[in-house]
Nanobody, 123 residues
Framework: QVQLVESGGGLVQAGGSLRLSCAAS????????MGWFRQAPGKEREFVAG????????YYADSVKGRFTISRDNPKNMVYLQMNSLKPEDTAVYYC????????????????WGQGTQVTVSS
């Protein structure tokens, strides 16, 4: 089992940057691929970025490609989302999630979820 806790959200102006962190409990963190999702008010939760167990591959939603970077530190049980050039449409609750699959962009593939952290981008 994995427990996930996100942090680093907040209010930022358009064009600014934020770095989200996700702390994972459990000794099997390195056996999970990790992902970041987000959910804006009135919208479905959507995939943002994913990373394989050994960081050998990362993948992104088209809407954030070139602006966001996902990374992980397995010895520290941490995964990060560096968000640059933020836009008002990036405003959402951001969730960290873990999957036993090699990789996935499908919400249904993820077994464990954090409680979320709010990101608000003002124009």
């Amino acid at each position: 089992q994995v427990q996930l806790v996100e942090s680093g959200g907040g209010l930022v102006q358009a064009g600014g940057s934020l770095r989200l962190s996700c702390a994972a409990s459990g000794r099997t963190f390195s056996s999970y691929a990790m992902g970041w999702f987000r959910q804006a008010p009135g919208k479905e939760r959507e995939f943002v970025a994913g990373i394989r167990r050994d960081s050998s591959n990362t993948y992104y939603a088209d809407s954030v490609k070139g602006r966001f970077t996902i990374s992980r530190d397995n010895p520290k049980n941490m995964v990060y989302l560096q968000m640059n050039s933020l836009k008002p449409e990036d405003t959402a609750v951001y969730y960290c999630a873990a999957t036993g699959r090699i990789s996935s962009q499908a919400r249904q593939s993820y077994d464990y979820w954090g409680q979320g952290t709010q990101v608000t981008v003002s124009s």
